[in-house]
């Protein structure tokens, strides 16, 4: 099935409405729901995560997470066919194991990157998992083609389970670090009215995340609506990881903290870019071509925007006590972020077809992106030198 989008608008919605069937809205249900779970409950386990793990090392919550999400993978296959009537409870576990993840990982990454190298570990760490984006997608979807029914989805998570398990065993080699000191829950908003350079950057993190709230659903639902076929998903997503390798490993290599203003205005018309090409038409093509352009320049907006509010926490000389609440405070505001897109977005469907409403979002979402490069070059990085 093809829908093709063009000038006039009258014609988008009669094109498109014509278009939409019920096998479309069961698809994007089933990607919109967990999502909503997965983002509220990472939200609420960065919270807890701080509570329970407090006075240990960012290195156990992180070896939780591998082990929750081990958790989550052989849930699945426990479920086999059931999981499908489970989607929002499958949505809130998975938050739960990586909310538990990302709450170590990010600390982690905070206390041993040294300031100079934080460029480069981001660069090379995008690069690195875009390489498992290359085979692990395309595994997939020559699995589930060739598997009939549930067969090949059970291999698939069978595969992931076993990826999370190596991953929990080296783990138990890396150095434990320092322990994270218990700040009270409301010290993570406290920073955010003390400071005004964080305030700045968490409304930056608010406004990156209802990006990120329509990227985990936008293409994929897009180019499977287009096609209805698992492989052409697998080769679309290891083509965009490819290319999101490739841009990595070049912000990695030429941009440096005098040049990320131009990276990140690079990355932000991009993606942009990227949009607009879904206004040309939504086959297949269109949509791989949105997925290449859009993967081939977020990296030069994303990973300055990930270093740069490390730099503002730099500056506060308490934050080896305090860097747990900076850190709960940015994660929340990125969920927030994503959950008001997710949330507009369930809302618009009820009135605009899903594939429109996705292409508005994702116009919407990058060109406010916009504001963020203006902020981060006007304001915040003159203050972190």
Known sequence: MTIRIAFPMTKIWKVVWNALTQECQKIFSHIRIPNIGYFVALSVVFYAASKVFHGQPPL?????GLFLTMAFYGLLLLLSHHAGHMILTLGIIYGIAQGSYWFGFNLM?????????????????????????????????????????????????????????????????????PPMHLQ???DSWRVV????????IIKTVVIRGTREGITSISGLFLIFFATHNAALVGIYTAATALARMAASLLVTRHVRDSRQMQAMSLGVAGIIGAGLLLLAGSSWPWIFAY??????????????????????????PQITQRRVSYTLSREVA???????????????VHWIAAPVMVIILILATSVIQIWNVWAMGRIITPEIG
């Open 193 to 200: 009215a003390e400071r005004p350079d964080w305030a700045l």
């Open 334 to 348: 990125l969920n927030v972020g994503r959950l008001l897109t997710v949330a507009i977005l369930s809302i618009g």
């Open 291 to 316: 997925g290449v352009l859009f993967a081939l320049t977020l990296p030069f907006y994303m990973i300055p925007s990930e270093t740069i509010p490390m730099g503002v926490m730099d500056n506060d």
């Open 184 to 186: 009270p829950v409301t």
């Open 60 to 64: 156990v919550p992180y070896r939780w």
């Open 109 to 177: 990454t905070f206390d041993t990157i040294d300031k100079d190298s934080r460029m480069h570990f981001f660069g090379m760490s995008g690069a690195i998992n875009s390489i498992a984006g290359v085979a692990a997608p395309l595994f997939s979807g020559f699995i589930i083609s060739t598997f009939s029914g549930l067969g090949g989805y059970l291999i698939v998570f069978a595969a992931a389970l076993a990826l999370y398990a190596a991953a929990l065993i080296v783990s138990s080699g890396v150095p434990m670090g």
